[in-house]
Each structure stands twice: as structure tokens, then as C-alpha cells.
């Protein structure tokens, strides 16, 4: 799953950062990793990396907390199923629906005849 936030601003006033650890916690915007500002003002940064970003919009506003800190981490597998164990003393799926589905038949069959006796 990818996640990419979408910044949406006035280009003309704001701008968005991508900084290190210790930028992010000062606002320090002058060594920007990365600026993602765009011409239109809409940018979209794609976190598809496994680590830690750091976002910051410049020109001061970070200061009044215009920041985002996002830690990237890869999906867990799946949890793995168990085998069926055929010596279990447990009947299986299998087996139930063996039984159950001819029961259910001749119950209908009964029930059907008994409807015609009435």
C-alpha cells in the first residue's frame, strides 16, 4: 500500500521541505533534502521508502506548525495457516459436510412428504 500525502497551497506564500531530523525539530529550511514544491501549488510526495521523512512548509509557517514527521515501515507477511492435521480426532470440514448435506435432503424429503399427506 502506498501512502502519498497531497499539499495543496498557495505557492506564491508557502512551500514544501523535505528536511533531516534536526531541521524538522528547528524549522531550519535553509538545507532542504528535497523541495517539493511545484509551480501549481499542488505536490504530492510519495513515501515508498522504508524510513523516516521529515516535512516542513518554509517561510516561517513551520513555526506555527506547519510540519509533518511520517515513519515509512514495510507491511508485515500474512500470518501463515496451520495444516490441517488428518490424525486429529476432530472430524474435518470435509467430512461434516459429507454428513450434513445428505441430512439436509432427507429432512427436506420428509418435510415435502409430510406435506403432501396434510
Not at 498557495?10 to 538545507?31: G, I, P
Not at 506547519?66 to 515509512?72: R, S
Amino acid at each position: 500500500m502506498l501512502f502519498s500525502p497531497d499539499f495543496v497551497y498557495d505557492r506564491n506564500q508557502m512551500d514544501v521541505l523535505e528536511v533531516n531530523k534536526t531541521d524538522y525539530e528547528t524549522c531550519n529550511s535553509d538545507h532542504p533534502l528535497h523541495n517539493w514544491t511545484t509551480g501549481a501549488g499542488r505536490d504530492v510526495i510519495p513515501l515508498n521508502v522504508t524510513r523516516n521523512y521529515y516535512i516542513i512548509s518554509g517561510k516561517g509557517f513551520c513555526y506555527g506548525g506547519m510540519k509533518l514527521a511520517v515513519h515509512v515501515e514495510n507491511l508485515p507477511p500474512p500470518p501463515t495457516s496451520s495444516p490441517l492435521n488428518e490424525n486429529s480426532s476432530s472430524p474435518s470440514l470435509t467430512s461434516r459436510g459429507k454428513i450434513v448435506l445428505p441430512m439436509v435432503f432427507a429432512i427436506g424429503a420428509v418435510w415435502d412428504a409430510f406435506l403432501r399427506f396434510c
